[in-house]
């Protein structure tokens, strides 16, 4: 039996509103874990991702507290998105996101956990510093359709765009316009980095987790996947903050063609932001 859940449960606006996408939710077939070192921290963590529930959309345990991957724990933080729940974080999660929005595991429990037990803190482990080794885990474990309790499947719902909505900040912008799909279009200009771990920042950063490019020599860890890998990283940085968008199950990235030039996660983030104030505002 076909539930179509969460139609009341989604408000819409004027400019924004959710519509079927013809697709039923999915989780995951089986639990996958993986673990490995984080970049900010340097730390070692330990996720498992394991199946849950159609309409209870995608949150993290971190000691049994949970933390939905939802907008409204979404906070400010340097290079990279993190959650915060009753002064609980979990770091760096667009990557680990993307590849779920992406891949259409719509409904799913996220354990996480810190080799040392001690913090509040914990953050996503980065790997190669791309989503490879989320997306091959999730495509060899594989999907299958999600229920509810009662036991029905239930509709996958999207946001669609209906008048242009836009943020900005100095001559950085991201411009959301309707469209029949969802198309993205980036524009980049990167700053330096090496200041950002003189700061102490990305204590976990290496040539093996990150795409680093010097003024005279130009990339000095050749060879990149794509010509334009940091265009394209941008990108999966987007969908996953994108994905904060997501309720109850439905898909994150709203159906629109978005125009993006000079974003990180501090403008992706506001933009999600606004568009679901903009929901409840409006209504
Ligand atoms: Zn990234």
Redesign the pocket.
């Given at each position: 039996m076909l539930i179509p859940t969460a139609v009341n449960a989604l408000k819409s606006s004027r400019s924004i509103s959710w519509s079927p996408t013809g697709r039923l939710q999915q989780t995951l077939a089986g639990c996958l874990e993986l673990s490995g070192i984080s970049l900010h921290s340097g730390k070692v963590s330990k996720v498992k991702l394991c199946p849950e529930f159609a309409g209870r959309g995608r949150y993290f345990d971190f000691k049994s507290n949970f933390i939905p991957a939802s907008i409204d724990y979404a906070e400010e933080s340097p290079l990279c998105t993190t959650l915060c729940k009753d002064g609980f974080k979990i770091r760096t999660v667009?990557?680990l996101l993307s590849a779920m929005e992406a891949m259409g595991v719509d409904n799913c429990r996220i354990e996480i956990a810190n080799e040392d037990d001690e913090d509040s803190e914990v953050e996503v482990p980065i790997f190669d510093?791309s989503a490879g080794k989320w997306v091959d885990a999730i495509g060899e474990i594989g999907l299958k359709l999600a229920i509810d309790q009662c036991g029905n499947c239930c509709e996958k719902m999207a946001p669609y765009v209906n008048q242009p909505v836009h943020v900005w900040r100095n001559d950085c912008y991201l411009v959301a316009f309707p469209a029949s799909a969802v198309r993205i279009t980036y524009g980049i200009d990167f700053p330096q980095v090496e200041q950002m771990q003189n700061m102490g920042l990305i204590k976990g950063g290496s040539i093996e987790n990150a795409l680093v490019c010097s003024v005279s020599k130009g990339w000095i860890n050749p060879p990149l996947r794509f010509h334009d890998e940091p265009c394209r990283?941008k990108v999966?940085?987007f969908i996953g903050d994108l994905s904060l968008f997501a309720q109850l199950g439905s898909q994150g990235i709203p159906v629109a063609h978005i125009v993006a030039y000079k974003g990180g996660h501090a403008m992706h983030t506001n933009f999600v932001r606004h568009l679901s104030e903009n929901i409840r505002v409006e209504k």
């Open positions: 667009e990557h510093g990283h999966l940085d």
